[in-house]
């Protein structure tokens, strides 16, 4: 929420009048300035007389015609310090002022200025006055253009909730890793800076160019930077701020949104989760939405609206081009799609350069150690991780940012925060046993990726973790490969068993049992990786209200569903044996590793490499993804 002297003024208001009630009260029971004149205490009269004749009153200040007295005393029975005294005078009592004279005594008599009627005027002018400019500005106010809460009153108007900067401040080279897509935008940046040199061959710039990525691979800092390279304006919206309460807000601020960017061509129109608005019309699921198809016919009605070259350039981002309505893919509105991934090893390395230049990073550390172990990892994780290893790295006080706190950082990203270890008991004990077994295997199988460390230490929701370095290349992925992380994934339930018995295994496995049938299922029914043949019997759909992989075609029939569900139960099941084999052959290493990893919380992978290599001959390899 932004403050505005608006919004204060319009929080204050309540609190203004209710004060000019008090405040007005206060003056209509005070019958003049006698009650400025503080006396707590009161006397008679007679005891006044004999104040006076002990000589104790210093001062007598007459209010209200003659009526009051406010008397100043001092005395021993006074505790000798002046005190107000208030005293009800008598109608007539001429020898009063003699007396005061004669004792030469201050006298003042206050006349009655009844003030009241004054103020009780200019109180209930004031108040209807006060309510009136009140309520003017409230209605102006939400006939402005100004954002913020309560906007309940605004539906008449809209008020525009986008975003323009004037000046972005970024430029193309604050975008790493993602450099097909800067290429694509090169073209666009050239337009709005000489458009002459388009319009003078009869070429036409598309509106609308659609960017497609997941969160955080810098779809927003691409159009940011699009918009800081051509030197023009960068107006935002987010497509979950048109869907309002009110039916025809959505549409009104689309308006309003183009006519401001026409009113500041060439610029940028940036529409960031246009799946909000831009679903498909129409799917009867989940009941029809008139609010966003009026801002979807609108959004479109103003794209057709603006010529080719008048140099707006529309740019959308989603996560879920699937679901976008076909009307907005239409040649002429967003007929460019650009598609921006998770960057790959190269790209994170370019990204992480970028976000390392503002930060002291230790000599020692490369970065391409970092980008090796981040796979997966979007441009937004990266520089969040670089971010919180400068702070972790601040909090220890250190000088520069080191491996350690980077290391740290990225085991926190990947697996959540770090929970304190358990103390030595039998679960423990279980605990490492389950990790020691998938480390074994893992290091032990020559088609899995190596260990990278084996911990005890709690993260997130798991009570240990055995990391693995991944492998450069995760596009291609052989046969060996998924059996050996089935194997892998199966070893820490099969040392479970092994170590402890059928009857003790715990529910530590069920997120390794959910990942090992995934991977099972998928030989099967995708990658044509079993007995079936090479079939591919599974089908994503798009289903635009249930998301990408919610649901499943099936196009075979209940025999093949059969076989499916057997060739799943017996790769598991030979996989399963092979773990329970290798953990039963190793038993004495995993032992002597489990009394290791209980003492010391963590080992490494070179040291539990090292172990290994001095027990078997099986040859060992060097040694992301955590399996808990
Ligand atoms: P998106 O809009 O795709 O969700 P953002 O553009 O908002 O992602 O990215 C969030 C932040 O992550 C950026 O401000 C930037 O610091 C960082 N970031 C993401 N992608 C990149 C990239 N390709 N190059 C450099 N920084 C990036
Ligand atoms: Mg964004
Ligand atoms: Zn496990």
């Not at 009153?153 to 000046?167: D, H, N, P, W």
């Not at 044996?577 to 919380?601: C, F, G, H, S, T």
Request: hydrophobic fraction near 40%; aromatic fraction near 6%; charge should be neutral.
């Amino acid at each position: 929420m932004k403050i505005s002297w608006k919004n204060i003024l319009l929080w204050s208001l309540p609190i203004i009048v209710i004060t000019v009630f008090i405040w007005q009260g206060f003056l209509t029971s005070t019958n003049n300035d006698i009650n400025n004149n503080i006396a707590n205490s009161r006397m008679t009269y007679g005891r006044f007389l004999e104040y006076l004749d002990m000589g104790w009153v210093k001062r007598v200040d007459i209010y209200d015609n003659g009526h009051t007295a406010i008397v100043e005393a001092i005395g021993p029975e006074l505790g000798n310090r002046i005190q107000k005294i208030r005293v009800e005078l008598p109608a007539n009592a001429p020898e009063l002022i003699t007396k005061l004279r004669n004792q030469n005594i201050d006298l003042d008599a206050h006349p009655n200025k009844n003030t009241s009627a004054v103020w009780s005027l200019i109180g209930n002018l004031f108040f209807p006055l006060l309510l009136v400019s009140g309520l003017a500005l409230l209605f102006r106010r939400s006939g402005s253009s100004n954002g913020g809460p309560g906007q309940a009153m605004a539906f008449g108007k809209s008020k525009a909730l986008f975003q323009m900067e004037v000046k972005t401040g970024i430029v193309f080279e604050d975008v790493a890793g993602i450099d097909e897509a800067k290429e694509e935008f090169q073209e666009v940046v050239t337009f709005l800076k000489q458009p002459e040199s388009f319009t003078a061959v009869g070429a036409k710039i598309p509106k609308g160019v659609l960017l497609i990525g997941p969160p955080g691979t810098g779809k927003t800092l691409l159009a940011k930077a699009i918009a800081g390279e051509a030197n023009v304006p960068f107006f935002s919206i987010s497509g979950s701020e048109f869907v309002e309460m009110f039916v025809g807000v959505g549409a009104s601020r689309v308006r309003d949104l183009f006519k401001k960017a026409k009113e500041n061509a060439p610029c940028i129109v940036f529409i960031d989760e246009i799946d909000a608005v831009g679903r498909q019309r129409g799917t009867g699921i989940g009941g029809g939405n008139d609010e966003r198809e009026q801002t979807l016919n609108q959004l479109l009605t103003e794209m057709d609206g603006f010529e080719g070259n008048t140099g707006i350039i529309v740019i959308a981002a989603t996560n879920r081009a699937d679901i976008l309505d076909s009307a907005l893919l239409r040649p002429g509105r967003f007929d460019r799609q650009v598609s921006v991934n998770v960057p790959d090893f190269k790209g994170r390395l370019a990204i992480l350069q970028v976000h390392a230049k503002n930060k002291k990073i230790d000599k020692n550390i490369s970065l391409s150690i970092i980008a090796r172990r981040t796979p997966g990892f979007s441009g937004a994780d990266l520089a969040n991780l670089l971010n919180e290893s400068a702070i972790l790295a601040a909090r220890k006080r250190k000088e520069t940012i080191t491996l350690q706190e980077i290391d740290a950082s990225i085991d926190r990203v990947v697996a959540g925060m770090e929970g304190t270890p358990l103390v030595d008991s039998k679960s423990k004990r279980l605990i490492a046993y389950h990790e020691i077994g998938h480390a074994i295997i893992g290091t032990l199988l020559k088609e899995h990726e190596p260990v990278q460390k084996v911990t005890l230490i709690p993260r997130g929701q798991a009570r240990g973790l055995t990391w693995f370095t991944p492998s450069d290349d995760q596009t291609l992925i052989s046969r060996a490969q998924i059996l050996s992380r089935i194997i892998g994934a199966l070893g820490g339930r099969a040392a479970e068993e092994v170590v402890f018995g059928d009857a003790e295994v715990t529910t530590g496995a069920s997120n390794d049992l959910q990942q090992v049938t995934s991977m099972a299922r998928q030989m099967v029914t995708k990658f044509g990786m079993s007995d079936i043949g090479p079939l591919c019997l599974e089908n994503e759909t798009a289903n635009p209200f249930l998301g990408r992989n919610m649901s499943t075609n099936m196009e075979y029939s209940d025999e093949i569903a059969t076989k499916i569900d057997n060739q799943v139960k017996q790769i598991i099941e030979k996989c399963h044996l092979e773990a329970v084999k290798i953990i039963k052959e190793n038993r004495v290493i995993i032992d002597y590793l489990v009394d290791l990893l209980i003492e010391k919380e963590t080992i490494d992978g070179k040291e539990f490499k090292d172990i290994i290599k001095g027990y078997t001959n099986i040859p060992v390899k060097n040694g992301f993804s955590p399996t808990s």
